[in-house]
């Protein structure tokens, strides 16, 4: 093999970066057959932190097109390499790379599976390897001891092979012994091949997990495109393109074990992301999208990098994007229910962890090794987007495979470390009583490996000294994962559970009860302990025992569950929780709670308590019994705390926004579940009456009141929208305003219960602004019999069809009421040719005219804008539209004219059609088992919980209706295509 000289670079003071990034015009220059930097040149071109240094320990030819690395307990680097990538087949291997002379450069190099098909990832076990590739999860064993596998099993096949960067991948063994693999977002059907009658496992939307030892596996929350990572605390994180690190919040278990209630997301980004997410290249990089410039693309392979020898950075989250060709950090910033992250650079520093000026640097992957260093995975290549993603004429460009003979592995290390020796690696002979040792190691690769070794093991003589550890380590780290060998060795006592139910971390406190819950049948203190895990000082316990006990303890003792309703106020996660583990009992809990007087805490309010006041006062509501006597004690309860508002506001402010979101969230929760809000009034008692005549009173000023903030504004007018006072909305909606305030008329007269002369509505139609147009139209074509009436108006031309978007235009022309659908085809008719083609040759001749971008940005805020952004117009709901400057016109312009000539899966038309008639129209945003997210026009959201859901419908079209160019003119067209493709 041949022998390299070690590259070092020194950085005691940060390396100078550019201020500003311009896209390259890839089409104009393609990329140089010949990278501008050698491998023993490479890291002279990298910008690393201050304190450390970086060395080159592997490159070609001993290492070719690396994605991922892991290192073994003999301290070899197993590398997956991707030669295949993008296009190619059956080119993919596995190397193992050692240090043989200790020189610190992994010199030797074996191959020891090739002919592979797209590799994605390794996890090491029973020294052999855990791999995920195209569909499958193989595992595979070296046993004659040549260095090459010769045993190749299929463990779990069925993943989706659609696309080769969205694949299964990272193979990772978790703290809880189960190896985890992130989906790639293409999902598949999975099975065990090796059994008869394997049970088969969706995993669209989800991760996937499995235990090497018994073979069960599951579909788990998710999903992460390349890249899953876990923190000490256990914690999991995936990554997608826009989302450089999104922790997994809630088990899809508790999703099921909870099903009565809706989760929206089960997972939340821990640092900021897509447009909000910014990054500082050395290089003038080219992406698909202008508008994502300085912001991640592909983030990829997400580390939290747990090592000894970075210097102040242990529990930092690093996470690559190889076509900005950097690594970027944040640091944890807050420990609560869920990890919050920030930036380890201030912006204004403009710099990044890691950035290379070689613009084939490309890290995709990062891994803590043996010796408690970062490495760097770089697979080298002079293209690394995939030729699905860019534009056609981009597609074929020789150069996408440029560099498919390269690759190189870097390691970070404190300025000036010396290195253990590399034989202190080796820990493959360690006894039991070491291997128990080191899982109190600073370094997290000793407590894994060690900890998977003990697994493989199963030593007779692990008990006792496990149990010490546990016991005395002063390392929480040590006593949390000999807590988990003990149970992964089926070891696990009671008292085990007990004493880390009490322990001084709440890391380990929160695998208590994970613990308690996996094992409460045998833990005879289980309720008490449950209980005291309820009350935990720390968040993050206080949120896994709501999810793990919510079931178990009794939702009667109120003074234990009105002290975690306090607490799950403070964070939206912990009202999530809290909300699944009460369930249908909320509204005992709600009444307790302003029965009792625990209002207090609504006197210092934020945004974030105000929202969650508002999603537990909703749920409550929507919990209303169908029994007639318990929903009538429920509705007359609800009457009595609503007179008793007034004196809230009194007592706590007036317009206290805590006592205006306990109301809006049980008015609109009622109103969700047809409860005719705008009569229960009438049920009260004359001084009960007289209280909420105020309350109407107090809501109608805030409404009409012009200097107030807007958020009381909007209050008082869905106040009134819930009191039925519609010739108040009827007055406000007339009235001189801003548009927001408008629309919230609008829609409260449609939510109000009452009876809305629509009619009169419509007859100030043509005077509304186009926001307001739009609403209009929204609560008209909720009801059949009020679509009717808009129909007349058209037919009758006292509305033209042409203040008609196409959007709204369309819910009519497929309306399930043939009747209402006929009507509208007539109206449609007159106005758009249907012969596509033939529009596309008509408007063609706008291509020749001279265009005018200025002119055509109007043309797109009037009918682009509800659904597509560019820059800081519109809503991003359908697919971005801003990356259009390397696009020829004529492609623009079949876009706009044949919507359904190519729809991307993601952004399909779906419609929801509810138990009660009801049907919702959008792009099926997030599934989980208990709900759907619809994302519709103008950035709204609806979450649908499933057992509301009679049929869910894909229209196999996109969003976007045909016939925009009804409302465009040739000269418009010509300005709108100048303006997309030009808007910069």
Not at 149 to 169: C, H, K, M, P
Not at 252 to 279: F, L, P, R, W
Not at 897 to 915: E, G
């Amino acid at each position: 093999m041949r022998k390299m000289k070690i590259c070092t670079l020194s950085c005691s003071l940060l390396l100078c970066t550019v201020g500003a990034v311009f896209a390259d015009e890839p089409n104009k220059s393609p990329s140089s057959e010949v990278s501008s930097a050698t491998a023993e040149d490479s890291v002279n071109h990298i910008q690393i932190p201050a304190g450390t240094e970086l060395e080159l320990v592997a490159s070609e030819p001993q290492v070719i097109d690396p994605i991922a690395i892991r290192f073994d307990e003999f301290g070899r680097m197993w590398v997956a390499q991707m030669g295949d990538y993008p296009e190619g087949k059956g080119k993919s291997s596995i190397r193992i790379l050692e240090d043989l002379d200790n020189d610190g450069e992994f010199e030797t190099s074996r191959l020891f599976a090739d002919d592979l098909h797209f590799v994605t990832g390794l996890q090491p076990w029973k020294q052999g390897v855990i791999v995920t590739m195209a569909g499958r999860v193989a595992y595979m064993k070296d046993t004659d001891g040549d260095h090459q596998a010769d045993v190749i099993e299929d463990w779990y096949v069925g993943f989706s092979e659609d696309n080769t960067q969205l694949r299964a991948n990272h193979p990772r063994l978790g703290l809880d012994n189960h190896v985890y693999v992130a989906n790639g977002l293409r999902g598949g059907v999975v099975k065990d091949p090796r059994g008869k009658d394997s049970k088969t496992v969706n995993i669209s939307g989800m991760d996937f997990k499995f235990d090497p030892i018994t073979a069960k596996y599951e579909a788990v929350s998710g999903a992460g495109q390349f890249g899953l990572t876990f923190d000490d605390q256990g914690n999991r994180y995936v990554c997608s393109n826009r989302n450089p690190l999104m922790q997994i919040m809630i088990a899809n278990k508790y999703v099921k074990k909870y099903s009565g209630t809706a989760v929206a997301d089960v997972k939340q980004d821990a640092a900021q992301a897509g447009v909000e997410s910014k990054i500082f290249p050395l290089t003038n990089f080219w992406t698909t999208s202008n508008l994502h410039e300085g912001q991640f693309t592909a983030a990829c392979g997400v580390l939290i990098y747990r090592g000894h020898s970075l210097t102040g950075m242990k529990g930092i989250a690093l996470t690559c994007d190889p076509t900005g060709n950097l690594v970027h950090a944040e640091r944890p910033s807050q420990a609560r229910a869920a990890m919050t992250y920030l930036p380890m650079y201030q912006d204004s520093e403009q710099r990044e962890f890691l950035a290379s000026r070689d613009s084939w640097f490309r890290a995709v992957n990062l891994r803590t090794g043996p010796d408690g260093c970062l490495y760097i995975v770089d697979m080298h290549r002079a293209v690394i987007e995939h030729p699905n993603w860019v534009p056609a004429e981009l597609k074929n460009r020789k150069d996408t495979r440029y560099g498919d003979d390269k690759g190189r592995i870097y390691r970070l290390k404190s300025k000036g470390e010396r290195l253990e020796a590399r034989w202190n690696w080796n820990i493959a002979n360690s006894d039991t009583e070491d291997l128990v040792l080191l899982l109190e190691h600073p370094n997290s690769w000793h407590r894994e490996t060690a900890a998977r070794l003990l697994l493989e093991r199963r030593p007779d003589d692990a008990e006792a000294l496990l149990s010490r550890m546990f016991i005395h380590s002063i390392h929480w780290e040590g006593r949390q994962r000999a807590l988990w060998v003990l149970e992964g060795l089926g070891l696990l006592q009671p008292k085990h559970i007990e004493a880390a139910v009490s322990d001084s971390s709440p890391a380990v406190r929160k695998q208590a009860a994970v613990l308690l819950e996996k094992y409460w049948d045998a833990c005879p203190n289980g309720e008490l302990l449950a209980k005291k895990m309820l009350v935990d000082s720390s968040q993050s316990v206080q949120f896994q025992a709501l999810l793990s006990f919510g079931d178990r303890i009794d939702h009667a003792d109120f003074q234990l569950w009105l002290h975690v309703f306090s607490r799950s106020i403070e964070d939206k996660w912990l009202t999530q929780a809290m909300l699944m583990a009460v369930g249908d009992e909320l509204p005992k809990l709600v009444q307790e709670f302003w029965t009792r007087g625990q209002d207090g805490i609504l006197k210092s309010m934020s945004p974030g308590k105000t929202e969650n006041i508002y999603r537990i006062h909703h749920a409550a509501a929507r919990y209303i019994s169908t029994e007639a006597n318990a929903r009538q004690a429920w509705l007359t309860w609800v009457v009595q705390w609503w007179s008793e508002a007034p004196q809230r506001y009194h007592d706590l402010g007036v317009r206290n926004q805590g006592v205006t979101a306990s109301l809006l969230g049980t008015l609109d929760g009622l109103r969700s579940r047809s409860v005719n809000v705008s009569v229960l009034p009438a049920t009260a008692s004359s001084e009960q009456q007289v209280q909420i005549d105020v309350l109407w009173d107090f809501s109608k000023q805030w409404a009409g009141n012009v200097t107030l903030p807007a958020a009381d504004r909007l209050a008082g007018i869905k106040l009134l929208g819930h009191a039925g006072k519609i010739s108040v909305l009827m007055e406000l909606l007339v009235a001189p305003t801003r548009s927001e305030f408008n629309v919230a008329v609008l829609q409260s007269l449609q939510s109000s219960g009452s009876a809305v002369p629509w009619d009169q509505v419509l007859g100030h139609f043509s005077a509304m602004r186009p926001a307001v147009k739009r609403a209009c139209l929204d609560a008209i074509l909720r009801k059949p019999t009020t679509t009717l009436l808009l129909l007349d108006a058209l037919e009758a031309k006292d509305i033209s069809a042409n203040e008609v978007d196409s959007i709204r235009m369309n819910r009519m022309l497929k309306h399930s009421d043939k009747t209402i659908a006929s009507r509208a085809t007539a109206i449609q008719g007159s106005l758009v040719n249907a012969d596509r083609q033939a529009v596309l040759a008509k408007y063609r001749a706008a291509l020749t005219l001279e265009a005018f971008p200025k002119r055509g940005e109007i043309v797109f805020r009037k009918n682009c804008a509800t659904c597509h952004k560019i820059g800081e117009i519109g809503m991003q709901v359908a697919p971005d539209i801003s990356d259009s400057r390397t696009r020829q016109p004529i492609q623009i312009l079949t876009d706009i004219l044949q919507p359904n000539r190519a729809i991307d899966n993601n952004y399909m038309h779906y419609s929801i059609i509810l138990n009660d008639g009801r049907v919702l129209d959008g792009i099926l945003a997030t599934e989980t088992s208990s709900s759907v997210t619809l994302r519709q026009p103008e950035g709204k959201q609806e979450v649908v919980p499933r057992l509301e859901i009679d049929e869910i419908i894909s229209r196999g079209v996109s969003l976007m209706p045909e016939g925009l160019e009804k409302n465009i003119t040739l000269q418009q067209m010509a300005d709108l295509v100048s303006f997309v493709k030009n808007w910069r």
